[in-house]
């Protein structure tokens, strides 16, 4: 008896260890920041969030007749702004002006990503294309994987033209349940980014874009997305692409998702 007692507390020792440990570390296993600021910096600009930090974002201009439309992109959990330059010039070359959020904690900028705090940095990303002479109704949100829930957040307190959601999960928690399915996961995270909860509540159009072989964010979830949405939805399925494959990033499908969201198709 003695000795079931003692295996039984060790295993809920061992138990309780693993939870705080997945409890304290897990923000370092969803923001997976390139830290290093960009080797280019010439297009970036400076956005100041309500908390006070000074971040660099990636402005970049239409290359041919303007538009006045603005795209505001919110990139994924990994790497920096940079890594999206290709797709802002394609889309500079649609007529439109692309704004690529520097998060917090990636790209050389200060502090460090939560939930809470990418709201607040694309809101300084929103009040700097407001400034700049866009108003809302000029303003396309468009965002991959964890950027999808980013700017979905936002379309909630301030409606955009349109919103394209690349990859997009249902929430955070639907995520990681399909990666850590022996954790807790809904129980212990701290960041919740609720995708499907949210998007069943806006009534802007949607476009929602996924590639059928993604192993990062299922497109089963990425459907969902589009099934939730409350207003008028475009589905634009990528047979056999990954998460990350060119197509996906910058390929012509979500190039011309983005255009058409934003009129200039």
Known sequence: MRQTVRVLLAVVIVVALVLVAAWSGQRRLVYLPDRAAPADTAADVALTTSDGLRLAALLVRPAGPDRRVAVLFAHGNAGHRADRRVLADALAAEGLTVLVLGYRGYGGNPGSPTEAGLARDARAGLAHLTAAGFPPERIVYAGESLGAAVVTELAAAHRPAALVLRSPFASLAAAGREHYPWLPVGLLLRDRFDVAGR????????????????????????????????GPVTVVELPGADHNDPSLTHGPAVVAAIAEAAGAR
């Open 199 to 230: 998007i069943a509540t806006l009534d802007v159009p949607v476009t929602v874009v996924y590639g059928t072989a993604d192993t990062v964010v299922p497109a089963a979830q990425s459907r969902e997305v589009a099934d939730r949405a409350a």
